[in-house]
């Protein structure tokens, strides 16, 4: 069973999903993660010196990779922030995981992010209206590949673990108490 986190850049898809990973007892992998050991460098300056579309390339090889793994494994997966904007990616993540929207607005977002230097997307003048185009660019595809979906607003990490794993219990993806 693969659970995979999508939403925004700064959802807390990583934060969540190694809470979630050992709350369950599953591994966790962080597709940024793997990606910058793949590229031997960070994303950002990556992204500096390739470009998106070679990144996008590298994400879609990784993200085809990591959910072909056979069903027995247990893992959570957190995603970029933008892996859904490859339709391969929506298919893949859609067909061979459980894919959870970490949905959180433009605004909650910013309030997290407004110091972030990491994050090549909101390296820009205007960071809160980035994330307000990267929504209405990328909040129909999450909608559209979620099975589930968790407004983040202001719970704890705990707090949005436990409502995961609620829905997920009542769908019954996952065993009551496991």
């Known amino acids: 069973m693969v659970i995979s986190l999508v939403g925004l850049p700064g959802g807390g898809k990583s934060t969540v999903g190694r809470q979630l990973a050992k709350r369950i007892g599953a591994r966790f992998l962080d597709s940024d993660a793997v990606l ?3 590229i031997g460098m ?3 300056q990556y992204f500096e010196q390739f470009g998106e579309a070679a990144f996008r390339d590298h994400e879609e090889a990784v993200i085809d990779e990591i959910t072909s793994h056979t069903p027995d494994v247990s893992l ?4 970029g922030g933008g892996a859904l904007l490859r339709p ?6 859609k067909a061979r995981t ?5 949905r959180s607005t433009p605004d909650e977002l910013y ?6 230097t990491q994050r090549p997307l909101l390296q820009v003048a205007d960071p809160l209206a980035k994330l307000r185009e990267l929504y209405e660019q990328r909040h129909p595809l999450y909608e559209q590949t ?4 968790v407004d983040t607003g202001r719970p704890s990490v705990a707090t949005l673990v436990n409502m995961i794993m609620m829905q997920l219990e ?9």
Do not use: F, S, W
């Open 146 to 149: 979620a099975h589930y979906c």
């Open 170 to 178: 009542v769908a019954g993806v996952l065993k009551p108490g496991a």
């Open 76 to 79: 959570v997966l957190a995603t």
């Open 36 to 38: 910058e050991e793949r």
């Open 98 to 102: 459980t894919v959870v929207y970490l």
């Open 42 to 44: 960070p994303i950002r």
């Open 111 to 116: 309030r997290r992010l407004k110091h972030d």
């Open 88 to 93: 391969m990616n929506r298919e893949r993540l």
